[in-house]
């Protein structure tokens, strides 16, 4: 599924970055990703978790013995093209909305009858739905992010995100806001998205799933808000909580039209 | 059934004509909700963490609304900020630059991947700029380089400076500052390290 030979060359400098990272200058550390990223251009190794997820979705699995090609993403049984960009939606099926990494937990169960266990990143079923997540992503590219605002449930959810996004609290008194509500700033060197802002909520609504430079490791959307909160000092947010789907509603409303990128590749 | 029809249409109308069936207090509600069913404690980061006190509520309700908060409520928070700051003990606010500088190079800490028994970094090239030689700091912050060289050293100055790290809220309630000593996130000795930073005329910052 390689499409360059290249590739294997930068998977293997991926993992000389990720070693050398902590000991380099931040600036060092940047130059070189830059330049990793010049060259993974055409090539982002997500590629191997999209052919996974591919194969996943074909996949007769499950004590139901079922593909999960009947599943529905909101746009029809089945449909995949343009699913990842107008996620969370509400599911009359389960009385909610859901994002795409929820909403294929509940295809699992409904077609192949597989009860996953998600819980951890990249640990058990988790680490299907990453590359189901990443087919997912991938054939929605350039396409413009249109998350539904029709159902009150979706309208809701959008509200309760905006909410969430500005709490502050734990014992850095961090809300979202406090780093992606202005323009122009950085963390170190880190460039700050300003996420109340309709380009750069799209775009880094559409930046997940990633492949991330730093650790090789995919981050769908779930693993990358659990991170800010982390670095937030917050307590741990549970994949799918509410708090997520809301955030990821919020981000998705606010960004809508973008064009889409998933699967990035990032620091 | 006519009658109900017809209610029944005003209703929906009335519907479409706002954001939400929900008004914003109920709206408020139900993030408060969601917060308390999302998170769960982890490592060293207590469910606890999630409360906001007057402070952050009162922050957070102005940032969601645009609204900023009145001149009275400002400075009522601001006030209590300001009395729960604690001088140190000794009477010396200065300590060892060097050790200030490497404390505002670490940004670790207090996180459910960090431990209790390492201490908390300043994080404070996160989002200022302090000696000229570190040029990958933040700008969620102003520029801290000449800061004692511009104010100079007098009682004043090392008294609001203090005050500042202790609990840069005291100063200004919506600030994004974290409250490195109300909070607990750093230890006296270790905000004395930071003051010499910032003020000892010996300190890169101030050269």
């Not at chain 2, 202790?166 to 390290?193: S, V, W």
């Amino acid at each position: 599924m390689l499409r360059k030979p290249i590739q294997r060359v930068v998977l293997g400098l991926a993992v000389g970055l990720s070693s050398g990272l902590p000991a380099m200058a931040q600036t060092d550390a940047e130059k070189a990703i830059d330049r990793y990223r010049e060259l993974v251009a055409d090539g982002n190794p997500a590629e191997l978790w999209e052919a996974k997820g591919e194969d996943l979705w074909k996949k007769k699995r499950g004590p139901k013995n079922a593909s999960l090609e009947k599943c529905d993403l909101g746009l029809g049984p089945g449909v995949v093209k343009g699913a990842y960009v107008s996620l969370p939606r509400y599911f009359d099926d389960v009385k909610k909305v859901q994002d795409l990494e929820t909403r294929l937990v509940s295809c699992m169960d409904q077609h192949q009858g597989i009860k996953a266990k998600v819980a951890n990143y990249d640990r058990d079923d988790h680490k299907d739905v990453i590359s189901l997540v990443a087919w997912i992503a991938s054939e929605s590219r350039g396409m413009p992010v249109n998350v539904p605002q029709s159902h009150p449930e979706e309208k809701r959810m959008y509200e309760v995100g905006k909410r969430v996004f500005f709490y502050r609290a734990g014992p850095y008194d961090f809300a979202c806001a406090t780093c992606h509500a202005a323009d122009n700033t950085r963390i170190r060197l880190q460039g700050l998205p300003n996420l109340t802002n309709n380009e750069p909520a799209g775009k880094a609504f559409t930046s997940w799933p990633a492949y991330r430079v730093s650790n090789s490791q995919l981050w769908p959307m779930q693993k990358r808000l659990e991170d800010c909160f982390r670095q937030q000092r917050f307590p741990y947010v549970e994949f799918g909580s509410d708090v997520t789907i809301a955030l990821s509603s919020y981000m998705g409303v606010t960004g809508k039209g973008v064009k889409s990128l998933a699967p990035t590749i990032k620091r | 059934m006519r009658k109900s029809t017809l209610l029944m249409a005003g209703i929906s109308f009335a519907l479409a004509g706002c954001a939400t069936m929900y008004s914003a207090v109920e709206l408020d509600k139900m993030a408060k909700e969601a917060v308390e069913k999302s998170f769960a404690a982890k490592g060293i980061a207590k469910k606890e963490r999630i409360n906001q006190d007057a402070i952050n509520l009162a922050c957070t309700n102005a940032e969601l609304t645009k609204t900023p908060l009145s001149g009275e409520a400002t400075r009522k928070l601001e006030a209590a900020e300001y009395q729960a700051i604690k001088y140190p003990a000794d009477g010396k606010f200065l300590g060892d630059w060097k050790a200030g500088e490497k404390l505002a190079q670490d940004g670790r800490g207090s996180t459910y991947s960090d431990s209790a028994s390492v201490p908390n970094g300043g994080n404070c090239y996160n989002c200022h700029q302090i000696s000229k030689e570190e040029i990958s700091h933040g700008t969620l912050g102003p520029s801290l380089y000449n800061f004692g060289k511009l104010r100079g050293n007098s009682e004043a100055v090392v008294k609001y400076t203090w005050g500042k790290i202790y609990n840069a809220k005291a100063f200004n309630a919506c600030t994004n500052m974290p409250r490195f000593g109300h909070q607990g996130i750093l230890t006296e000795n270790q905000m004395k390290d930071l003051m010499a930073l910032l003020l000892d005329p010996a300190s890169p910052v101030n050269k």
